[in-house]
């Protein structure tokens, strides 16, 4: 059987068997067919999504909006996969993709990855965490849907950003374990890619640098670290990072690699990632009640017209 295959991070791909999807050029029917996606475990509701896309129109012209553009998105993936059953479950109230649909999503496996990580009862990766997480970094080929500026879309996208970094901490955090110093080295830069002005890592840069026997290259990483955090905040270092340049300056760091702060990385990240998922469950919330309240008002007002 094929299998559909979406690659969300940096700019979108649908394919089948390799080849693009074709009638999934329109903007409302992508953003329509990724929400669904983004949200496969739970059916949506037709009035959220109808307000969601298309919130400056009436509620009669946004449902007939939707009705035309999932017709689209269904005629695209019928055409594309010739399914025994659909994509999607449909009805009159609720929208989802079925659970059981053969679609590979690369959001979804670097879900899948992060979860295996929060599983673990210990400080230490086993090998089989190691491999996921590597697998998951690899994914990552640039922040979810670049180029989109959707509310929805900007809170995603911070979202699997922060598992991202977490997954790297934790990975850089296993290297120095293993001392596997050219391997931190490398996810420390890709960590520092999309946060440039992140002290803790530029810490670790530090440090691991200095443990791999590139002293010159630690004080680089500092004189970097200064000018970033000049330029991105306008702040000095803290006196933790001045601290290790002097002990690196001065040629006496001990061998102990982990900082202080890193210890706690994972749990502070997973804390802010809980309380992003439970502002998204309050604003989806709101949503439906105001989708509610809407209707409830244009009915009121029909019925005093009518009199």
Same mark, same amino acid.
């Given at each position: 059987m094929k299998e559909i295959t979406i690659r969300l991070f940096g700019r979108p791909c649908y394919t089948v068997a390799e080849k693009p999807i074709h009638g999934m050029e329109a903007r409302k029917?992508?953003?329509?067919?990724?929400?669904?996606?983004?949200? /496969?475990?739970?059916?949506?509701?037709?009035?959220?999504?109808?307000?969601?896309?298309? !919130?400056?129109?009436?509620?009669?012209? &946004?449902?007939?909006?939707?009705?035309?553009?999932?017709?689209?998105?269904q005629g695209a993936l019928e055409r594309a996969y010739h399914p025994h059953e659909p994509v999607m479950q449909v009805d009159n109230e609720w929208v989802q993709i079925r659970p059981q649909a053969p679609i590979w999503l690369d959001v979804e496996e670097f879900e899948l990855a992060y979860a295996l990580l929060r599983s673990g009862q210990n400080n230490s990766l086993s090998a089989e965490q190691s491999d996921a997480l590597c697998r998951a970094v690899e994914?990552?080929?640039?922040?979810?849907?670049? !180029?989109?500026?959707?509310?929805?879309?900007?809170?995603?996208?911070?979202?699997?950003?922060?598992?991202?970094? &977490?997954?790297?901490?934790? =990975?850089?955090?296993?290297?120095?374990?293993?001392?596997?110093?050219?391997? !931190?080295?490398?996810?420390?830069?890709? &960590? =520092?890619?999309?946060?440039?002005?992140?002290? /803790?890592?530029? /810490?670790?840069?530090?440090?691991?640098?200095?443990?791999?026997?590139?002293?010159?290259?630690? =004080?680089?990483?500092?004189? =970097?670290?200064?000018?970033?955090?000049?330029?991105?905040?306008?702040?000095?270092?803290?006196?933790?990072?001045? &601290?290790?340049?002097?002990?690196?300056?001065?040629d006496q760091v001990d061998g102990h690699l982990r900082s202080p702060e890193t210890a706690n990385d994972l749990a502070e990240m997973q804390a802010v990632l809980h309380e992003l998922s439970r502002l998204q469950s309050t604003l989806l919330q709101t949503l439906q009640q105001m989708c509610d309240h809407i209707d409830r008002m244009e009915k009121l007002m029909q019925r005093r017209l009518a009199l």
């Open positions: 029917v992508q953003e329509l067919f990724i929400y669904l996606l983004l949200h /496969r475990a739970h059916p949506c509701s037709r009035e959220v999504l109808a307000a969601m896309l298309w !919130g400056e129109r009436n509620e009669t012209h &946004a449902k007939k909006y939707l009705r035309q553009v999932l017709w689209q998105l994914l990552y080929k640039g922040d979810l849907l670049e !180029g989109w500026y959707q509310d929805w879309c900007i809170f995603e996208r911070e979202r699997l950003l922060q598992m991202y970094l &977490a997954m790297l901490d934790v =990975l850089i955090d296993h290297a120095e374990q293993t001392q596997d110093y050219a391997g !931190g080295i490398h996810f420390c830069e890709l &960590a =520092l890619r999309k946060d440039p002005a992140r002290e /803790r890592t530029h /810490r670790r840069l530090m440090r691991l640098y200095c443990a791999a026997g590139n002293r010159s290259a630690a =004080l680089r990483q500092y004189e =970097l670290c200064v000018n970033l955090l000049q330029r991105e905040l306008n702040v000095g270092p803290s006196k933790s990072t001045e &601290a290790l340049y002097e002990q690196i300056r001065s």
